[in-house]
């Protein structure tokens, strides 16, 4: 990838739950080595298959909250009112000191607190073709019971009216596409595109 201009060499990529920034990722992480993607701290358990170091850094309560007293995280927010997540600092600032384009995938309340933070970061929205689809994915991938599916629908419905803060909108009809749309963004230095 040839050198591209300093705005977009750090990517947000967030969007309602369920709605595939995860799959996106994966696509990013499997089909372009060249775009490092943020491992998040949790304090969630991970669920199988989910390798520590890999997928997330699981850690417990305290050692979040210490990071947090530190400012070693430059984002992190309480998600679905369970667990917190967050962006470790360093490994971020170190990427984008070495020009390395860096991608992170994180939920709403984090890509604002991002926003705020580092201006220069390109803030894309991943949205779902409809709300019956995105109902559809996340019945379909069976990892919440059904209470707590109704509560990140609720969650997702005001999500969805988030996408006019940022500067672009990827619809995630298949994932191939979105991952190469979104992958353009490092290349083209695209800015404002949402109106
Ligand atoms: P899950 O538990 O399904 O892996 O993720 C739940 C939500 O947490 C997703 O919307 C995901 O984007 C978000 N998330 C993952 N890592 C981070 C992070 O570091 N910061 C923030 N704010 N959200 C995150």
Known sequence: MPDQPSRSRLVVLAGPTAVGKGTVATCVREQHPDIWISVSVTTRPARPGEIDGVHYHFIADDEFDRLVAEDGLLEW???????????????????????????????????????????????????????EELERRLVGRGTEGPEERERRLRTARTELAAEAEFDVTIVNTDVETACEELVDLFRSGTSRVNS
Do not use: N, W
């Open 77 to 131: 927010a309480v998600v679905h009112s369970a667990a917190k997540y967050g962006t470790p600092r360093a490994p971020v600032e170190e990427r984008l000191a070495a020009g390395v384009p860096a991608l992170l995938e994180i939920d709403l309340q984090g890509a604002r607190q991002v926003r705020a933070t580092m201006p220069e970061a390109l803030m894309c929205f991943l949205k779902p073709p409809s709300f």
